[in-house]
Nanobody
Framework: QVQLVESGGGLVQAGGSLRLSCAAS????????MGWFRQAPGKEREFVTA????????YYADSVRGRFTISRDYAKNTVYLQMNSLKPEDTAVYYC????????????????????WGQGTQVTVSS
């Protein structure tokens, strides 16, 4: 079992920055990758970014590439999402997720690959 707790959401003006954290606990030996997804009101949950637990590979949605950065701290079992140059369209509830089985290349953007989810944290970007 792996548990995830997100933090760091809030209200920010367009062009500003926020850093989200996802603290993981439990059977960390089973984690192969961590991802961030988001869901805006009235829209489906969408992939934002992912990182292999080894840290060797990262993946980004086109909409955030160059603005968002995912990273992880092994010692703290924590994954971070640094969000810069935020836009009103980035407003959503952001969810952290853990994959407990190996994820094939090209599959990191699929929510079905992730077994454990956090409770979500609200990010609101005002124009």
């Amino acid at each position: 079992q792996v548990q995830l707790v997100e933090s760091g959401g809030g209200l920010v003006q367009a062009g500003g920055s926020l850093r989200l954290s996802c603290a993981a606990s439990g059977e960390m030996f089973s984690v192969s990758a961590m991802g961030w997804f988001r869901q805006a009101p009235g829209k489906e949950r969408e992939f934002v970014t992912a990182i292999t637990w080894s840290g060797s590979s990262t993946y980004y949605a086109d909409s955030v590439r160059g603005r968002f950065t995912i990273s992880r701290d092994y010692a703290k079992n924590t994954v971070y999402l640094q969000m810069n140059s935020l836009k009103p369209e980035d407003t959503a509830v952001y969810y952290c997720a853990a994959a407990l089985r190996r994820v094939g290349s090209g599959w990191y953007s699929l929510s079905s690959q992730y077994n454990t989810w956090g409770q979500g944290t609200q990010v609101t970007v005002s124009s």
